[in-house]
């Protein structure tokens, strides 16, 4: 298996710490509004990454932290008039609601930071025992100057003039790099006791304790995978693998992996541009595995440029995936194809190539057409092809809804009573071989959208 290393900026042969386990942290959401389209992408990238390790055989201890003290939530706490604990519970409930919807499993462990201040003040301290903090006027600092190895992973120039565009005036900072580990509450702001005075963690601190909490063992610090979006590279990720660096000796993590960002029609999203598009109101409109299949057909490091018409192409290929399922018509498979599993996992396993895996996908789709009209009673066929759908159902999240109310995504229940009224109608017709009346029923659904197919197991239908 090989994944690209943001760290070494190349593709390299995936070889975990411990044999046949895999340790992944990714960085969850700062839960001071509803998820967006970016959180959607980051979630459903380490989601796949976790069901090929998976496929593959690994075991996997996945780490997706909830950030739930920071200066956005507290500033959303003054807006509001809400309590920190309103806050969070609120939009980790959504955020929870929102991936659900998405076929995003939940990861194994989801550590808030505000649970671990304890750990993170004993990180802190163990650094300012070594030398690499310092405490001033607003907070304690980490000493980038003291890190050799800063910028190692983001690879960034020191640009002076925007360092200096960074210090606040009459700053104590030794450094314009430098970032607080630990900062002193104001008035009315939630805080915690420390060695220091009163405060709260800072935001990248956050991490590398509890990385260090609920995957650190036998001494063995480092994990095998640390990810998120491209825009935490730098500052956040550089500045948790230096503290942790500098805390342990050790490197965080053996791969760095980011997601691409999301782009809403040709625009980069952001809150400022109105264009962040929350992922409740994507709900709203678009079924969650339609949205699922869409945001994992473009390769995880790309940029994602979201619009609805290639959304509803997106669509159409799944359509073909679940007309095959709607052609079988067996409860359950027998065993997946072996040439197709290898082919669409060892396409996954070139750094999660989802292009060529869903190549494999289309071929399987149009042989298995081509052999159903060739052969449509064949049960050993359709038990293999329901087999390999099931495969796809655990590997990509996708295929796993009931194939004909697939295609009735969209229709309201009010809607969905009239059209089962009509198709009663139409049996009842047919029964007493009334055919005027039947052919006349066949055709007011299908003026409203409704096409209906006769089948052993009764009258199925479908949205146009």
């Known amino acids: 298996m090989k994944l690209y290393n943001t760290s070494s900026k190349q593709k390299e042969e995936f070889i975990p710490i411990e044999k046949n386990s ?36 690994y075991s996997v201890v996945f780490v997706k932290n909830f950030t739930d003290i920071d200066d956005k939530i507290i500033e959303k706490m003054r807006e509001s008039g809400k309590t920190l604990e309103e806050i969070i519970q609120t939009y980790i409930t959504n955020y929870k609601r929102d991936m659900r919807a998405l076929h995003i499993e939940d990861a194994d462990i989801e550590p808030k ?5 304890k750990d993170i003040i004993d990180f802190i301290t163990h ?17 980038t100057s003291k890190d050799s190895e800063y910028f190692s992973l983001s690879g960034r120039v020191v640009d002076e003039e925007q360092n200096q565009s960074r210090i606040e005036k009459n700053s104590q900072k030794k450094d314009p790099k430098d970032f607080a580990m630990w900062k002193f509450s104001k008035e009315n702001e939630p805080s915690y006791p420390s060695p220091w005075g009163d405060g709260r963690p800072g935001w990248h601190i956050e991490c590398s304790a509890m990385i260090k909490k609920y995957l650190a063992s036998d001494g063995e610090y480092q994990i095998d995978i640390h990810g998120g979006g491209a825009d935490l590279i730098f500052p956040h990720h550089e500045n948790e693998a230096a503290q942790s660096r500098c805390e342990s ?12 960002f999301v782009q809403i029609d040709g625009q980069k999203m952001s809150k400022s541009l109105g264009n962040s598009f929350f992922l409740q109101d994507a709900l709203k409109v678009y079924d969650g595995e339609i949205l699922r299949f869409y945001l994992l057909s473009i390769h995880y490091r790309a940029n994602f440029n979201f619009n609805e018409e290639d959304l509803l192409s997106s669509k159409k290929r799944l359509d073909k995936l679940y007309r095959l399922k709607k052609r079988i018509l067996i409860d359950k498979g027998s065993s997946v194809n072996k040439a197709f599993k ?30 159903l009209d060739v052969e449509p009673k064949n049960k050993g066929l359709k038990k293999e092809l329901r087999a390999n ?59 409203i959208g409704v096409q209906i197919l006769d089948t052993p197991h009764g009258t199925l239908w479908e949205k146009l």
């Open 342 to 371: 290898n082919n669409t996992l060892n396409a996954l396993n070139d750094d999660l190539n989802i292009s060529q895996a869903l190549a494999v996908v289309d071929e399987m789709i149009s042989e298995g057409n081509e052999k």
């Open 22 to 57: 895999v340790s992944i942290y990714v960085c969850g959401p700062t839960v001071y509004d509803n998820a967006h389209l970016g959180h959607a992408r980051s979630s459903l990238a380490f989601d796949l990454l976790r069901r090929v390790f998976r496929a593959n055989g």
């Open 113 to 117: 930071a505000t649970e671990s201040i």
């Open 389 to 447: 759908i099931e495969f796809l159902e655990k590997l990509l999240g996708i295929g796993g809804l009931d194939a004909f109310a697939y295609f009735q995504i969209g229709v309201t229940e009010k809607n969905k009573t009239k059209i089962e009224e009509l198709i009663k109608k139409r049996d009842e017709a047919k029964s007493i071989k009334d055919y005027e009346r039947s052919d006349a029923l066949r055709d007011e659904l299908q003026a």
């Open 249 to 260: 000796n050790q490197k965080l993590a053996r791969y760095w992996m980011h997601n691409g």
């Open 127 to 143: 650094l300012k025992h070594r030398g690499f903090a310092y405490v001033i006027d607003n907070g304690v600092y980490f000493d």
